[in-house]
């Protein structure tokens, strides 16, 4: 499944996704891809949610941004809230595999870089869940179990520098994975519009803001979003390409002005 299948709602992912809930249905477990949060949504809205979807969606830690879609036989569901895991290495016998990657420190390394090294030994971005760096010489990677032996044999340098891989558990990975930091943005706007939301949080003008919006360089909740006037709601995701990822903590509080009190956090 291509991000551009995915992206367009076209036929091909609705069918796929047809299939392996008329599969699950029939009592057998079956896993699709690891998901973009724009992908999340789209197959959410085919499989629909609630403790009896047959849907799972899980990128192997809480906080995972790309997740693996799995479609759950009835006797599965609902899944648990906690040890899903253990409950997808049951049910379908250890899908998902989680690496430690470790440079020499000759050079650092970034995301980029590391990701782009996964990828140039022919594996494809759906097999391939979240990369962690972990300061500027390691990183921490989620998955598929099909290509964890590929990575492990064949990936001994990215960019400049000699790395070596190691498998850990599940829980070994959890509690290396570096909490998530974030930059608290403030501010007030005229409205909750989309425009100007994003014109804040860019500090553009309001016209370039909308031009962005309309040129569909922002998504918000991982789906492309080129409607200027759309309302931004609190606890939504906005993607800024070229800004970054910034979470709305608060935008409903109205000063003596009448502007509204924008609170956010932006992804480092």
């Known amino acids: ?5 995915v992206s367009s709602g076209g036929a091909l992912l609705r069918s796929r996704v047809a299939d392996l809930i008329a599969r699950a249905d029939r009592g057998v477990p079956c896993a699709g891809p690891f998901l973009s949060e724009g992908e999340q949504e789209l197959v959410l809205s085919l499989a629909g949610r609630g403790p009896r979807s047959p849907l799972l969606l899980w990128g192997g830690y809480p906080d995972a941004e790309r997740k693996k879609a799995f479609f759950l036989p009835e006797r599965f569901r609902p899944a648990p809230e906690e040890g899903i895991n253990a409950f997808l290495e049951e049910a379908f016998r250890s899908p998902l595999a989680f690496l430690s990657l470790e440079g020499s420190g000759y050079r650092s390394l970034s995301h980029r870089d590391w ?36 990575i492990g044999e064949e990936l001994s340098r990215v960019g400049a520098d000699a790395v070596r891989v190691a498998e850990l558990s599940a829980g070994e990975w959890e509690a290396s994975v570096p909490a998530r930091e974030y930059t ?3 501010d007030t706007v005229p409205s909750a519009r989309l425009d100007a939301v994003v014109g804040s949080l860019c500090r553009l003008a309001r016209e370039k803001a909308k031009a962005a919006v309309a040129g569909g360089n922002v ?13 931004v709601c609190e606890g939504e995701i906005l993607s800024i390409r070229g800004s970054g990822k910034f979470e709305i903590l608060s935008l409903s509080e109205q000063n003596k002005k009448g502007r509204y009190r924008l609170l956010a956090r932006q992804y480092r």
Do not use: F
Request: with cysteine; aromatic share 0%.
């Open 219 to 231: 998504r918000v909740g991982g789906l492309v979003c080129e409607k200027p006037d759309r309302t």
């Open 184 to 186: 608290l943005c403030s």
């Open 1 to 5: 499944m291509s991000g551009q299948d």
């Open 115 to 150: 990701l782009g090294a996964v990828l140039a030994l022919g594996i494809e971005r759906d097999a391939i869940g979240d990369v962690r760096t972990v300061g500027d010489r390691a990183a921490l990677l989620v998955c598929e179990r099909t290509v964890a032996g590929l």
